[in-house]
């Protein structure tokens, strides 16, 4: 499995951003896809997930009513939208597909990684 992040910047707290990532390879549709974020000095940290059927989505807290994850089926493609971001949500963002449950918010539990894009909001 193959991963493309994209779609980073910066922008000014309380703007949005929406995060893309291609995917490809053999048999997606039995991996489920989050998208990770790690900030200068911090461990990396489960953002969402999302199967590929869309039916089953899980955040994390401190997103919750912000970010949207959505999955296209027929580009092979996950978004992250963020609406009303915040000067914390400033880190690098990860995709990547793992096996198992959308809600094991936990890197161990993901094999595959995309590099990642950075997301600078200012204040």
Request: hydrophobic share 35%; aromatic share 12%; proline share 2%.
């Amino acid at each position: 499995v193959q991963l493309q992040a994209s779609g980073g910047g910066l922008v000014q707290a309380g703007g949005s951003l929406r995060l893309s990532c291609a995917a490809s390879g053999r048999t997606l549709s039995t991996y489920i896809m989050g998208w990770f974020r790690q900030a200068p000095g911090k461990e990396r940290e489960f953002v969402a997930a999302i199967n590929w059927s869309g039916g089953s989505t899980y955040y994390t807290d401190s997103v919750k009513g912000r970010f949207t994850i959505s999955s296209d089926n027929a580009k092979n493609t996950v978004y992250l939208q963020m609406n009303s971001l915040k000067p914390e949500d400033t880190a690098v963002y990860f995709c990547a597909a793992g096996v198992g449950s959308v809600k094991i918010p936990i890197t161990h539990h993901y094999a595959y990684w995309g590099q990642g894009t950075q997301v600078t909001v200012s204040s």
